[in-house]
């Protein structure tokens, strides 16, 4: 492989590089005075993303979470690595059905809190077949109406 570049796939994001690093093209050959004084731009990713491989997106679809500022049609970022605490909003699977909701335990048993109250809570006691397919850590919303 002598002289050859292996160029991979992976996105290892650009908290690597200070802004001063990164090379700027200027016509009449002198920077700007700001230049050095300028700040790296915001990287989406190394904001949004903390574990990339365990990081999914969904669509959300429904207004069971609407006071919790999720709508329909947002993008969920969800991650699979966090752990169940309570009263955090998670995707969760029950009898083969995806569903977003708050959970909830108290003593006695744990509950899909909707955000809406036009839906009623989830006793998970009553399922037999619940999981935790991952906890929700952002939500998108685009203000653009969508064609």
Do not use: C
Not at 14 to 35: E, I, P, R, Y
Not at 59 to 74: E, L, S, V
Not at 88 to 97: D, F, S
């Amino acid at each position: 492989m002598d002289g050859e570049d292996f160029f991979g796939a992976a996105y290892k994001g650009s908290k690597q590089f200070t802004q001063q690093q990164v090379k700027t093209a200027n016509a009449t050959g002198f920077g700007a005075a700001a230049d050095d004084y300028a700040e790296r731009g915001i990287d989406l990713n190394e904001q949004l993303i903390k574990n990339k491989p365990a990081t999914f997106f969904f669509k959300m679809k429904g207004d069971a979470m609407q006071q919790a500022g999720i709508f329909d049609g947002d993008i969920l970022i969800v991650d699979r690595s966090l752990k169940l605490v309570n009263g955090k909003i998670i995707v969760a699977v029950l009898n083969g059905e995806l569903l977003v909701r708050r959970f909830h335990k108290n003593f006695s048993s744990a509950f899909l809190i909707p955000e809406n109250t036009r839906y009623k809570p989830v006793n998970l006691a009553e399922f037999s077949d619940f999981k935790v397919w991952g906890v929700v850590v952002h939500s998108i919303r685009s203000f653009e109406k969508l064609i």
